[in-house]
Structures are given as C-alpha cells and as structure tokens.
C-alpha cells in the first residue's frame, strides 16, 4: 500500500536556532512584533508499505538514520494514505 | 607510510591537503574518489574541508551515509589515525566517530579568519608535537562550526581528555570573546575515546608553511607522521 507520510524536524527545546533569530529580528524589522520564532523542516515522503504501522516505523527508521540528528533534533511523523 | 585524503563531490581542500602532506611533510598521498572506496590498508585517513554534498540536510550529514565511511570506520577501529578538517570534521561527528555535532554558528554567518587555539591534550598521535597549553594560530572557514553536544557528553570528553583544541585570546585565555562560533566550552577539537580520530574545525593545512603566515598546522601533520613512525 502506499502511504504518504509527513516528517517534521525541529531543534530540540532549549537549542539555540540561530537561523530563526534571524529571521525573527527581520519579521520584527518589517513591523510585525513577534514573540517568539522556531523553525522546522517537513518532509512529505510517498513509500510503500503492508499497513500503517510499518509506514511509521519505516519514517522512524529514516529519521534515526538519516534525517534527524539525535543530538540536536526532535521529530514527529504522521502517516495518511 | 601512506596517507589516504578522501574526495567527496563538493569537498575544496583536499588538494591543499594532499600537497602539504606530500610536498611539505614527504610522505606519500593517495588522493582517494569517494566511491573507489579505500582498497588498501592507510596508516593514516585525512577528510578533508569543503562542502560535501553542498552541506544538503546538514553539513556533512549526507557524506557520513556513504560506502567509504564504513572504510573509515574499520581503519578507525584497527587503529589507523583518522583527521576530520572542517566538513570532514562534520563528516566524522555526523557519523558517530566523535560525539556530538558541528552545527550553524550562533551568528549564523560564514566566519573565516585567523583564530587563536589552546592545546589542551598534547599527548594524543595529532598534538604530540605540542606542548599542553600551547597557543597556535590556525584559521577557520565556516558556517556550521559551533560544537553542541549533551552537558554530560562534554564532562565526560573534559575527564578523559578528548579536547584536543579550545577557541582563546592571544593569551590562551578561553573567553566569549574568543570564541567565533558559539561551541559549547570553546572546543573546536575532539578526539574518540581510542584517541586515534580528530575531529577539528580549523584548517592545518591552511597553516603549514610560512609563507601562509602560520606553521603550527604543520604540527599536526607532523606529530601523525611521528607516531605512525613509532608504531613501525
């Protein structure tokens, strides 16, 4: 079956993300006072599976492996299809 | 005695590398394309500086997946002296042969320039031609350079002495101001718990003749040299 399954990887809480600030100071700068800024990246992935769960645990694997540094990184999945 | 200095699609020092190690220091070098994979047992594995699959994902995070590095890995383990620079210093965090990761600066802009290191283990097969407290000029080049690693990591390579560089002053004093990147603790060189691996963010070959104004990188070289020598 196939599933698409969504991925989204953030700096784990307390991790300074230097990017955002950046681009918080510049949202702020455009006249739009904002608290507080993160950023993630999303990945939408299309694989194939026998069912739902080993859709997930396929996603999982590719973040352990790959996508997602453990020491730095948090990440959820969600699986439609 | 032979060098291996790895290729990777994006990688910009390893010519310099290369050139230092055999024309500078007089041992030979196989300049080695990533999917050639390592044929032959090297006393030595250089990963060199630049920006291996255009830093995609994460600075070397792509780099570390590959073949070769399980070629890495298995000299690592049979006790082969394996030196990340920059990029390759990502690469070899990125693959667990040094704890932690080297990630965006904390002003996250490109920083290359002169800096100033302390020499905090003198005793590992990268620093022996150092002395413990030694302050030497190497520069750096990069964006993803600031060292995060879990508080209790951090003790733990402080204990065991696997800090081979802090950013310091001039004075070898480690302060704020010191440190371009914003690394945990102002370390800029890890080694593993074997010591025969060094993950570093500054560029020795960049500081190996003195005409680039800087010799100290040259020690680093050559202390490898002398103890591949030794071990023979």
């Known amino acids: 079956m196939k599933f698409d399954v969504t991925i989204t990887i953030s700096l784990k809480e307390g991790m300074l993300d230097p990017e955002a600030n950046a681009i918080k100071n510049a949202i702020t700068n455009l006249g739009y006072p904002t608290e507080s800024l993160r950023t993630a990246r999303l990945f939408r992935i299309r694989l194939d599976a026998n069912d739902r769960e080993a859709a997930k645990a396929m996603a999982q694997k590719m973040c352990e492996r790959l996508l997602a540094n453990p020491v730095i990184h948090r990440y959820e999945i969600e699986v439609a299809g | ?232």
């Open chain 2, 1 to 232: 005695m032979r060098f291996a200095v790895i290729q990777f699609g994006g990688s910009n020092c390893d010519r310099d590398v290369q050139y230092v190690l055999s024309d500078v220091c007089g041992v030979d070098v196989d300049l080695v394309w990533y999917k050639e994979r390592l044929l032959r047992p090297y006393d030595a594995v250089v990963l060199p500086g630049g920006f291996s699959y255009g830093d995609y994902l994460r600075a070397g995070a792509i780099a570390a997946r590959t073949p070769v590095m399980d070629d890495v890995a298995r000299h690592a383990a049979g006790g082969a002296l394996v030196l990340g620079i920059c990029n390759g210093a990502q690469i070899l965090a990125e693959t667990g042969l040094v704890p932690g990761v080297f990630t965006v600066n904390a002003y996250p802009k490109f920083i290359c320039r002169w800096v100033h290191l302390r020499v905090e283990n003198a005793a590992s097969p990268f620093t022996s031609e150092f002395q413990k407290g030694d302050v030497i000029r190497i520069p750096i080049a990069h964006a993803e350079g600031r060292y995060v690693a879990p508080a209790d990591t951090v003790g733990s390579l402080n204990t065991n002495d696997r800090i081979a560089f802090r950013f310091c002053d001039d004075g070898g004093g480690i302060t704020g101001e010191a440190n371009p990147n914003g690394a945990a603790e102002n370390i800029t060189g890890v080694l593993s718990r074997t010591g025969n691996v060094l993950a570093m963010m500054p560029h020795p070959e960049r500081a190996s003749e003195a005409v680039l104004g800087s010799t100290d990188g040259k020690k680093i070289f050559d202390s490898m040299i002398h103890h591949i020598e030794q071990k023979a």
